[in-house]
Each structure stands twice: as structure tokens, then as C-alpha cells.
């Protein structure tokens, strides 16, 4: 399904057959980002946003400003992607990678399964920045996960973000990081594209670091004295 399809089905359904299309998405959306790559996966983020807000399931804040989407990716050259995806689909455990993060624990849920929910905090400034995160989709074939923000203190409203692990002709991966979200007050869409940016890259570079140290310990051990 194209992105102008999906358009002309908002408009004629008036929404009626939102259910529908949250079956497609859940249903076919691993499918199409297998075969389609990263553009599709920015659709259906997109279109998982759109369902959520008309459900009432993501606070919109009353904003009728276009919705801020882009996408964001980090190069890990010398890791291979099944290597990464066991790092990004440890829920509970993003403080090990996420720069500044100083706290990430499960609040309910169980680990690795949709409806799991993480609490995260960390410091700027002398000022506490918090948000409780929700897993929705959690894709181990295509390695994948697609998460919202629930409760925060960010100023992020409506924020629905996929984040797979991509192959890259079986020399490294590359993690990318598509996001949806109503615009964040007092920011600029390029500001905030710019800390997504600066995440994913501390991200990337923290699990190729511990990738590389544990294959290394992982070697040394097997060494003959």
C-alpha cells in the first residue's frame, strides 16, 4: 500500500475503517518494511500515530499544527545486525546506551512482549527530564520495535517512533530511528531532529564499543596459554 492510498483512505473512510487499518498495520507492516526498506517504515509509524490520536489512545494536545516526521540513522561498520538487535530489544535496559540516561526500568508489562512499559529519566541541568515509554511492536524477523511516549515531562505529545536494526550487505548495520509527533512547544523541528541525531549516534557508538570488548574478552578467553 502507498503513502497516497493510505491518504485517500483517511479521507474517504472519515475514519470508519480505522480498525482496518491498525490490523494492516500490525498484521502486514513487518512484511512491507522487509521488502520495501526504511520509507515504509516511516508510513506506518505514521499511520499507527494517526490511529492512536483518533482513539484518544495519545494525548494530541489540541494541536491542529502538521505533525513534525523524520528519520535518523547511525552506521555500525563493524557489527552485524544480529549482534545489535538483542541491544535495542532490551526494553528496560536503554540507560546502557542512550547518552545521559541515567535510569530505565520496567513499570509493567512483560519484557519482550507489546503493552511492556518503561519509565526514563535523566538529568539537564539541575532540571529532572522523565517520560514512560510504551513498547507496541516488537518484530525479532525483521528486527524492529515501534514504541510512543506516554506520560513525560518532554513536552511530547502524540510521539510514535519505529526503530529497526538494517542489514548492510552483511558488512555492519545501520540502526535507524523514524518518529511522528505533534510539535513540541518552545522547539523547532530542526532542533529536535538534531537530539534525535546525537542520540542515535551515541547509541550506535556505545553498543559497537561493548560489541567489539565483548568479542575480544570472547577471544582472549579461547586463546591456548
Not at 475514519?15 to 516511516?42: D, P
Not at 502538521?66 to 530489544?89: D, I, M, N, R, Y
Not at 577471544?219 to 596459554?225: A, C, N, Q, R, T
Request: aromatic share 12%; with cysteine.
Amino acid at each position: 500500500m502507498r503513502e497516497a492510498e493510505v491518504r485517500f483512505w483517511f479521507w474517504k473512510t472519515g475514519g470508519r475503517e480505522i480498525e482496518e487499518l491498525r490490523f494492516v498495520y500490525l498484521k502486514v507492516g513487518g512484511g512491507v518494511w522487509a521488502s520495501a526498506g526504511s520509507t515504509h517504515v516511516q508510513l506506518w509509524t505514521k499511520v499507527y500515530a494517526h490511529y492512536c490520536t483518533f482513539h484518544g489512545q495519545l494525548d494530541d494536545g489540541g494541536n491542529d499544527a502538521p505533525k513534525w516526521e523524520s528519520q535518523a540513522s547511525a552506521q555500525l561498520k563493524g557489527s552485524k545486525a544480529h549482534e545489535v538487535w538483542p541491544l535495542l530489544a532490551d526494553f528496560c535496559n536503554l540507560d546502557k546506551w542512550f547518552p545521559n540516561l541515567h535510569t530505565c526500568y520496567r513499570v509493567q508489562g512483560v519484557s519482550g512482549q507489546p503493552g511492556l512499559v518503561r519509565y526514563c529519566e535523566m538529568k539537564r541541568d539541575e532540571t529532572t527530564l522523565w517520560a514512560k515509554e510504551k513498547l507496541l511492536m516488537i518484530d525479532p524477523i525483521n528486527q524492529s520495535i515501534t514504541y510512543e511516549v506516554g506520560d513525560n515531562n518532554l513536552g511530547l505529545k502524540s510521539y510514535v517512533a519505529t526503530v529497526p536494526v538494517v542489514p548492510i550487505n552483511n558488512n555492519g548495520c545501520k540502526i535507524e530511528w523514524s518518529y511522528v509527533c505533534n510539535p513540541i512547544e518552545g522547539s523547532s523541528l530542526e532542533e529536535f531532529q538534531s537530539f534525535v541525531e546525537y542520540c542515535l549516534q551515541g547509541i550506535a557508538k556505545k553498543m559497537e564499543l561493548a560489541l567489539v570488548s565483548n568479542n575480544t574478552t570472547s577471544y582472549s578467553m579461547g586463546d591456548e596459554p
